[in-house]
């Protein structure tokens, strides 16, 4: 397939696409199963400063099969200067298109990530939501590294039930280094990072309303919830960090460079 048009910030790609586009490269990859998974990353501010930080998270973003654009500031700066079309992806947006488009193409998922009970909740969630679906396992792991043996047999066990997709929610950038680690092991699946997807649709958390999300504004919804004690931090200084090192980039101070894809 030809590349996608993408936007450099400060030396990590987001790609430029629609729903229909990603959903092509979706139906492309999963047409020959025989070959090794994919990853695909949803991008907001908040992972590329952490990948300004860690030039291994900025390896593994850049070299990422798809960087969705999950932030809405991303989304217009990507119409306006990259001149492409680019739908809001953040992760409710692509396991709601991703579960209706099965519909049509039968894929299967696997859920990994959250706790027990938001595991669960996202299962019956997407089950009660989209009747078709067809969800062949779900796992909540250990809140540790697994051993060798116990990684060796989730690998498995995945393999065996070879799904289409797998949504992995272990939060940023956790999920994103556990597929980066995982892609070589498990076969023909397409590992999606979906962040704190579980706890939206199982009601440990609340979700923005979409409108709030296509103004941009779902980082205040969040930081004036329940969760603002944790999340301060993210959307104050993170987001200053990034801010700072872009602007840098915009007046020709850096001239960061975009690692080459798998």
Known sequence: ??????ANFAGVRVDALTTNEMLE????WLADKSGRARHV????????SLALRDPALRRIYNRADLALPDSMPFVRWIRRFVRAECDLLW??????????????????????????EACEGTRRF??????????????????????PDEDRALCDQINALAPDIILVGLGTPKQDFWIDEHVAKLQGSVLVAVGAVFDFFSGRATMAPDFVHE??????????????????RRYTIDHGYFLWQFGRQLLGFTH????QRR
């Open 215 to 232: 103004a941009g504004f779902a980082w205040l919804f969040r930081m004036l919830g329940s969760d603002r004690r944790r999340l301060w």
């Open 25 to 28: 490269r979706f139906d492309a």
């Open 1 to 6: 397939m030809e590349p996608l048009p993408f």
């Open 91 to 116: 992760g409710k947006n692509v396991v709601f298109a991703l579960a209706d488009h099965a519909r049509e193409t039968g894929y299967t998922f696997f859920l990994y990530g959250g706790t027990p």
């Open 256 to 259: 960061p460079e975009i690692d």
């Open 41 to 48: 990353a949803c991008m907001n501010t908040y992972c590329v």
């Open 126 to 147: 997407l089950e009660e939501r989209f009747p078709h679906i067809r969800i062949v396992g779900a796992i909540s792991p250990p809140f540790r590294r697994m051993t």
